[in-house]
């Protein structure tokens, strides 16, 4: 695994879970670079001693700056604990984040159990072929 980027954003009622997940697979996410949405990324941060580097609240622009770093070939794997039971006022930028995910084939999980796959899947040595085609 060489110093893949990763992407962890949640929604406010899937913080919580992320900060598990997080904690759980610290081992994993501790070699790669994590970024993150705001509070998403301090109290990832704060639970688990990972250097996150923050980008604004999703609602503020966050979403839209992991987009444009998938969009610019600098994000391998977004992990986005979405509540799919909350209305959120910025959906046309989630919906945005998601389509780029799309485009550029980056694995992107949008609840726990496909996040775990993905971060097994990581550590296996799974998604090694985007250095390679880099």
Not at 33 to 47: D, F, K, R, S
Not at 108 to 123: H, P, Q, R, S
Request: charge should be negative.
């Amino acid at each position: 695994m060489v110093n893949l980027n990763i992407a962890l954003i949640a929604h406010d009622m899937k913080k919580s879970l992320m900060i598990d997940f997080a904690i759980a697979y610290k081992d994993i996410l501790e070699k790669c670079n994590i970024y993150a949405t705001g509070a998403t990324g301090q109290l990832v941060e704060e639970a688990t001693g990972i250097k996150v580097n923050k980008f604004l609240p999703g609602p503020m622009g966050g979403d839209q700056q992991i987009g444009a770093m998938i969009a610019e070939d600098k994000m391998d794997l977004v992990i986005f604990l979405r509540d799919p039971l909350t209305a959120q006022p910025h959906e046309p930028d989630i919906l945005a984040l998601l389509r780029v995910c799309d485009v550029h084939s980056i694995p992107l999980a949008t609840n726990l159990a496909t996040a775990e796959v993905l971060i097994k899947g990581l550590d296996a040595g799974l998604l090694e072929w985007r250095n390679a085609v880099k």
